[in-house]
């Protein structure tokens, strides 16, 4: 009969249910004041101090490249790296001490939904990311010349690598110990991990950070955006950590 409505109870098609999911999440995490501060604040003072500092520091760098485009694709990989990882565990870390995971997984959104929509958030606050960092290298005479595919597969796979670990770290600790380690961890790789400086930098510890997954993210976003092409080895490390990752968050993670 006209102007009747008949009620179609159940849930959602899955596919609407981890979009609305990553909305939500990728707001949230824009809107909180710690989480924008890593996302976006730090990668453009890392690179504006990168720019400003290598001139003067006794670097092995490329020579045939100016620092601008050297350094802007390893703050793009810095910034990957601080939402993937530890923007993610410290958030999933407070999800499971209030219970907000808990209540989630006995939505209609099964748990792997729910996953996949906090990987979706990633990449959405990532597309911010890599536009505003652009946007400021280009300010400083950044030049690119992507290819597209070596860069896709970079931030992919090291979303997925970090991820992993990420959510292996909240699930592992309480929300206090995650909330350090993942701090912890961000600094020790940012200063050290071989993520914004190339590893012709670090002379001798150079085959051992070459395993890291922080040093193959960003040789994969320099080999992307310098040459153009793809850093078949580096997206292989970080697929390897993605898989160890993987493999630890599902033996270890506790919705609770």
């Not at 996302?39 to 045939?64: C, K, M, R, Y």
């Not at 050297?70 to 999933?92: D, K, N, Q, Y």
């Not at 400083?140 to 770290?169: E, M, R, S, Y």
């Amino acid at each position: 009969m006209s102007g009747t409505f008949t009620p179609k109870p159940g849930a959602a098609p899955l596919h609407q249910q981890v979009l609305a999911q990553s909305r939500m999440e990728a707001r949230l995490m824009l809107r909180n004041g710690e989480q924008l501060l890593l996302a976006v604040v730090i990668p453009v003072l890392v690179l504006f101090g990168a720019v400003t500092a290598g001139e003067h520091l006794n670097l092995d760098l490329p020579s045939s490249h100016p620092l601008v485009d050297i350094f802007t694709p390893g703050v793009i990989a810095l910034a990957v790296m601080s939402t993937s990882f530890t923007s993610l565990a410290i958030a999933t870390g407070f999800e499971r001490r209030y219970g907000v995971i808990k209540r989630l997984g006995s939505s209609p959104l099964p748990r792997s939904g729910l996953l996949a929509g906090k990987v979706g958030a990633l990449l959405l606050v990532q597309l911010v990311q890599v536009i505003i960092i652009g946007g400021v290298g280009q300010l400083l005479g950044w030049t690119p010349k992507p290819g597209v595919l070596g860069v896709a597969l970079a931030i992919l796979l090291g979303t997925a690598a970090f991820a992993a670990l990420g959510l292996f770290v909240a699930g592992a600790l309480r929300a206090e110990a995650t909330l350090a380690a993942a701090n912890l961890i961000y600094l020790l790789l940012m200063t050290g991990g071989g993520v914004v400086l190339p590893l012709t930098a670090y002379g001798d510890a150079r085959p051992f950070l070459q395993w890291l997954p922080s040093a193959a993210l960003g040789e994969a976003m320099r080999t992307g955006f310098i040459d153009g092409a793809v850093a078949w080895r580096d997206l292989g490390v970080l697929l390897v950590w993605a898989a160890l990752g993987t493999v630890l968050t599902a033996k270890t993670f506790k919705w609770e």
